[in-house]
T-cell receptor
Framework: DVKVTQSSRYLVKRTGEKVFLECVQD?????MFWYRQDPGLGLRLIYF???????EKGDIPEGYSVSREKKERFSLILESASTNQTSMYLC?????????????FGNGTRLTVT | QKEVEQNSGPLSVPEGAIASLNCTYS??????FFWYRQYSGKSPELIMS????GDKEDGRFTAQLNKASQYVSLLIRDSQPSDSATYLC???????????FGTGTRLQVTL
């Protein structure tokens, strides 16, 4: 079974802090994704990566950056956390051909910024 | 127009009935479509994929695709309380490099 592991289930941070959300997958998947999920807005794509050191902006990249130094690890960085970044963050991975490969999600990180 | 649209619900059906969930998409070139189920407090999990016009059945679930009308639906027969969840429609977009989700339809199966 594919396992996607997110480092924290719950995080509480203060406004202005730098926040790192870590995600590791164990199935050698090429693609990795970061989504945030908010009530009424659904899942929105922040960034994705289809290879090591490659990154692409999703639909809402503002205020975020990412890092993919190794194939199995994809990090989401909030350079200066703000209250509007309070959300559930979901990491996912898939094989390269997204049309034929399901996304496998981690358990999520619920981030609260106070 | 949103790329993927769903009615947010809640859709309430009695146990044993058929639940019908609908999704429309904007990109006529889309070739593959996915339904994910998300229980409260959990992550989404894939339950169905469909690539061709028509119906695809898997147990109590049937996915229906109509590319001309740009909609995809999910039917759940003999609905059970354990089917109560949010159902997300997803379509590859951006030259199939990313998966765009609808906002989801919350299904409640009542006893």
């Amino acid at each position: 079974d594919v396992k996607v592991t997110q480092s924290s289930r719950y995080l509480v941070k203060r406004t202005g802090e730098k926040v790192f959300l870590e995600c590791v997958q164990d199935m050698d998947h090429e693609n990795m994704f970061w989504y945030r999920q908010d009530p009424g807005l659904g899942l929105r794509l922040i960034y994705f990566s289809y290879d090591v050191k490659m990154k692409e902006k999703g639909d809402i990249p503002e205020g975020y950056s990412v890092s993919r130094e190794k194939k199995e690890r994809f990090s989401l960085i909030l350079e200066s956390a703000s209250t509007n970044q309070t959300s559930m963050y979901l990491c996912a991975s898939s094989l390269r051909d997204l049309s034929n490969s399901p996304l496998h999600f981690g358990n999520g990180t619920r981030l609260t910024v106070t | 127009q949103k790329e993927v649209e769903q009615n947010s619900g809640p859709l309430s059906v009695p146990e044993g009935a058929i639940a019908s969930l609908n999704c429309t998409y904007s990109d006529r070139g889309s070739q593959s479509f996915f339904w994910y189920r998300q229980y409260s407090g959990k992550s989404p999990e894939l339950i169905m994929s469909i690539y061709s016009n028509g119906d695809k059945e898997d147990g109590r679930f049937t996915a229906q695709l109509n590319k001309a009308s740009q909609y995809v639906s999910l039917l759940i027969r003999d609905s059970q309380p354990s089917d109560s969840a949010t159902y997300l429609c997803a379509v590859p977009t951006g030259t199939a490099s990313k998966l765009t989700f609808g906002t989801g339809t919350r299904l409640q199966v009542t006893l």
